[in-house]
């Protein structure tokens, strides 16, 4: 039988360095809520925007269902580097998003 690994000593592994976004993000201070997108915004457009500011770690693009085909106007985003999270606010607040 396999020895039980000790989680506190394997490596934090970040997925978003392989591309893949998380579909939650979690509570914390990094987590940022973007309202008044345009519906008709679709979740590709949108992470092209938030990746002009930095590698994306987590995404969601809230809608009313998993199968609705627009969303109710807001998400949220966590960025991998903790210190892009005030340069996209201060780039994203205000900015009109073509609605």
Do not use: W
């Given at each position: 039988?396999a020895?039980?690994?000790?989680?506190?000593?394997?490596?934090?592994?970040?997925?978003?360095?392989?591309?893949?976004?998380?579909?939650?993000?979690?509570?914390?201070?990094?987590?940022?809520?973007?309202?008044?997108?345009?519906?008709?915004?679709?979740?590709?457009?949108?992470?092209?925007?938030?990746?002009?500011?930095?590698?994306?770690?987590?995404?969601?693009?809230?809608?009313?269902?998993?199968?609705?085909?627009?969303?109710?106007?807001?998400?949220?985003?966590?960025?991998?580097?903790?210190?892009?999270?005030?340069?996209?606010?201060?780039?994203?607040?205000?900015?009109?998003?073509?609605?």
């Amino acid at each position: 039988m396999a020895p039980t690994p000790n989680p506190a000593l394997l490596p934090n592994f970040d997925v978003s360095k392989l591309g893949i976004v998380s579909p939650s993000v979690p509570d914390g201070p990094n987590k940022i809520f973007i309202g008044g997108l345009p519906y008709h915004l679709t979740e590709p457009q949108v992470l092209e925007l938030f990746r002009a500011f930095g590698q994306v770690r987590a995404f969601h693009l809230v809608k009313a269902d998993p199968t609705a085909v627009t969303s109710k106007g807001y998400c949220f985003v966590e960025y991998s580097d903790p210190a892009v999270t005030p340069i996209a606010v201060m780039g994203l607040n205000g900015m009109d998003m073509g609605g």
